[in-house]
């Protein structure tokens, strides 16, 4: 076992006094799991006020060059057919962050919280939960089923020509939310008849590579997310099954809804939350611990994209000025929890999970929280402590490693929110003892020695014969453009070719 110092150890009489810290164990396995797209936000109206031109949020959270490393952006698809009648709230405004993304390599996709009023049973956008609304309860007119997709293409064509080609579209916020805003409700086995005969009206000669999502449930709950892949006909014309963790922390519902996606090479993203929403303050060290946790859980339930909330807000990435939560919600600067973020976005992405000795299978917020993944030559755990109290992690891995970094995180000062310290390793081993802080935030990354014989492992890995699938999970004879590569172990990844 190889122990790695952060720092010259000194062996001074009063240190050698002190108890030793406890030693935790974890074993890494060489068993992989799915293959993470990315992590992002919304850039919608609300919080993300002013709207529009002020991409400074975007800028400063997207781009692997950025701080935060963030991929995936998330808008909404305004009930306009124009993007230029519902006011200041249409497809414009999240048009600028939009291409800041795409010119950064990120991903947009957008999801409608309501289709066109005039599609509707109550002939509004609104989702008729109110008074004032005559408690309506709006859903999409079977008659208008077949205008669905039309209408989602217009809005793929409108944005297209302003110069973004966004990369999916979802088919509802929520809908088993009956709202007083903008809504639409759909019982799962309405879903499947709109997703069953109109789905193949996606125009996708039109917009290669577009992909279409499942509507996003409230609680990523198995009645909405099942009936889709259950059926043939629908499975065809999902690629990724979507869904929110409000109410159901990520390895109860989500977890479950995962399965039979990931059975059949589908994406699985939670697309919406925001942890210790709606607070009167800015959120304290040990809230974004918490928020850690649940990265590391959607992780762990077989996520392979996270999409926050806003971009904007206290309770974000992105200060909003207000000082009525604190003198460092300064506007348009990173706050911590944008840090806590940037341990996933800018070094899971792209990673494979593999399994541990400490995966955590149920409930949440333990004191301790594991998880690991391997990019390229590269192992990465990922490791939260919530406690008072210094320990060292002893990690044992699949394979033999020569070097390491240990990215930190402890909320301490300014200036702590994400240290780079070099991990020194004498000898290639595959066993390392690391320090983990009280109260931290760790991603320890360790490169695999290119003169072991394990790294043929992993070039075994990468050349086992691959099958290749299109958006619509047709198996291709061979590649072509954008489509689904399956490994002889049946993890799955997009490639262009």
Known sequence: ????????????????????????????????????????????????????????????????????????????????????????????????????????????????????????????????????????????????????????????????????????????????????????????????????????????????????????????????????????????????????????????????SAVLPAKYGKEVWMTEHSVTDNIDHLPNWHENLIFAEELNECMLAGCTGYIYWYMRAHWAFVGTGETKYGTANKKNELLPRAFVMSHFAKHVTGSTRLSTSKDKTEGEGDAFEYSAYIKGDSLIVMAIDTTATARDLKITLPYTVKSGMHLLSTGNETENLCQSLTLTIDEPTNQITVEMPARSLNTYIFMIDQGSAAIEDVKSADTAPKAYYDLRGHRLTAPRGLCIERSADGHSRKVVF
Request: hydrophobic share 35%.
């Open 1 to 256: 076992m190889k122990k790695a110092f952060l720092f010259p150890l000194l062996l001074a009489a009063p240190l050698l006094l002190q108890a030793a810290k406890p030693t935790y164990s974890l074993v890494v396995y060489n068993t992989r799991c799915q293959t993470i797209t990315g992590f992002g936000a919304a850039s919608c109206d609300g919080a993300m006020k002013p709207f529009g031109d002020d991409t400074s949020p975007a800028s400063k959270l997207y781009g692997a060059k950025s701080k935060i490393g963030l991929n995936i952006m998330r808008m909404e698809i305004s009930p306009s057919f124009t993007g230029d009648n519902w006011g200041d709230y249409d497809w414009n405004g999240s048009l600028p962050s939009a291409k800041v993304v795409k010119n950064r390599g990120g991903i947009v996709f957008g999801t409608p919280w309501s289709p066109p009023g005039e599609y509707k049973t109550n002939g509004t956008a609104q989702g008729g939960n109110s008074d004032s609304q005559g408690n309506q309860r709006g859903k999409l007119r079977e008659d208008c089923y077949v205008k669905f997709f039309p209408w989602l293409n217009t809005f793929l064509k409108w944005m297209k020509d302003k110069g973004v080609s966004v990369d999916a579209v979802s088919i509802q916020n929520e809908p088993d939310w009956w709202v007083d805003y903008s809504g639409c409700l759909y019982d799962p086995q309405d879903l499947v008849k709109l997703v069953k005969n109109y789905a193949y009206m996606l125009d996708r000669e039109a917009n290669p590579g577009v992909r279409l999502i499942s509507g996003e449930s409230l609680g990523f709950t198995q009645n909405y997310t099942d009936p889709l892949m259950q059926d043939t006909a629908c499975r065809k014309q999902i690629d990724i099954v979507a869904g929110h963790l409000y109410g159901h922390a990520p390895l109860q519902y989500m977890k479950k």
